[in-house]
């Protein structure tokens, strides 16, 4: 097999070259964004290096010259026709430089770029999940790893409708993401939050009180009987103070607890209450310790429906490590808030999945209570689809 390294400033520019100097035999190793020389190595702009595989001994764009028998036995061609350029890469994975091993969101919607375009480089003899990605299975993937969600989950999603449209074309492309579209709302699992008693726990400045305050004044307007706040958020400058503005404008008892052991005390006070949401203070997913003694508390109160409050800003990888620390607290459902400060949705349902947490709401904005949407299976198919805010 031959190989050969080429640099543009885009991905496309990259395969372009191979295209045209190799044609559609060749297959890509590897890619990744390097440095180009610039003055004293300063000023260098950031370019894609791709390096390509041509199976066989054919020199690029030009004839065919052949090589001596090689002794040592070889792969059966039923063989080389079925593999895979994954397998090949890892067998000149010396040869090549790592990747960084992160990629940021920029990179990540470029490489769903460079996949669409291996796709129509490499051979048709690949299995059923590379041969899928034609046209338009292709740009669907790349709009769904652009919307940030799991590539694993949009190739099963792919996948499944190729199976669906075994010849699709172009003029189908409606029809497949609305088959696409039912299939996310599948993978969706939603369930009604009837636990009088709720508490939110969350990191830093995801919108815990604001979502108390729609769930109280919602009740209000629904005329769900009574309804008191407690606040735990007692560190924060002002933090129990905002709760108690919003109690006093609605008309709504609020109370400030110190402790778990306060907290437990209005409980028992408050046993008349119809409804009864519950404040925490932020802290980071790094600094839980000291709140061992809630979430030990929160492990023996089934009556005490738990949701974990996260941002749908938050970066997908942070994201991760917040509701795996959070779970001490032993969350029973996930709200997204902020849905309406960010333009990619693939995280949610990524956590989704990956957890098995039902969603109760989303967060869409700072009007109280009209911000605060139920969080429903087709509405999580409108947001991972691209159909947005």
Not at 70 to 75: E, G, H, Q, T, Y
Not at 315 to 327: N, Q
């Amino acid at each position: 097999m031959r190989m050969k390294t080429y640099r543009a400033k885009t991905f496309k520019g990259a395969l372009e070259q191979i295209k045209s100097e190799w044609g559609a035999e060749a297959f890509v190793l590897s890619s990744k964004q390097v440095k180009s020389p610039g003055i004293s190595g300063v000023l260098g702009r950031r370019v894609f290096e791709v390096t390509a595989g041509l199976e066989g001994v054919g020199e690029p764009g030009g004839a065919v010259r052949k090589e001596p028998p090689v002794r040592a036995p070889v792969a059966s061609p039923t063989t080389r026709a079925i593999k895979r350029p994954e397998e090949v890469a890892r067998e000149y994975t010396s040869l090549l430089t790592p990747q960084p091993s992160v990629p940021n969101a920029q990179e990540r919607r470029e490489l769903a770029d460079l996949r669409r375009w291996i796709y129509g480089l490499t051979r048709l003899s690949q299995p059923p999940d590379v041969f899928l990605m034609a046209e338009p299975l292709g740009e669907i993937y790349e709009s769904l790893c652009a919307n940030d969600l799991d590539p694993a989950i949009a190739k099963m999603l792919l996948n499944s409708a190729g199976t669906q449209f075994p010849a699709p074309v172009p003029g189908q492309t409606g029809e497949i993401e609305a088959y696409v579209g039912s299939l996310v709302e599948k993978l969706v699992t939603v369930k009604a939050t009837t636990r009088k008693i709720k508490i939110f726990v969350g990191p830093t400045g995801v919108g815990k009180t604001t979502t108390a305050a729609k769930l109280a004044a919602r009740a209000l307007v629904n005329r769900e009987g009574k309804v008191g706040l407690i606040t735990m958020d007692t560190f924060r400058i002002g933090g129990a103070q905002q709760l108690r503005t919003f109690a006093e404008i609605m008309s709504i008892p609020v109370k400030v607890a110190r402790s778990v052991a306060e907290m437990d005390r209005v409980l028992v006070d408050w046993q008349s209450f119809d409804t009864i949401l519950i404040d925490t203070v932020g802290k980071s997913q790094r600094q839980l310790e000291e709140f061992a003694d809630l979430a030990a508390y929160l492990k023996g109160r089934e009556d005490i429906e738990k949701h974990l409050i996260v941002s749908a800003t938050t970066k997908p990888l942070d994201l991760r490590e917040i509701v795996d620390k959070f779970g001490i607290f032993f969350p029973d459902f996930i709200c997204f808030t902020k849905l309406d400060e960010t333009t990619t949705y693939g995280p949610i349902l990524n956590e989704h999945n990956r957890t098995g947490k039902p969603l109760s709401y989303f967060g869409v904005g700072q009007r109280v209570p009209e911000d605060l949407e139920l969080a429903t299976k087709k509405r999580v198919s409108e947001l991972i689809m691209g159909g947005g805010m």
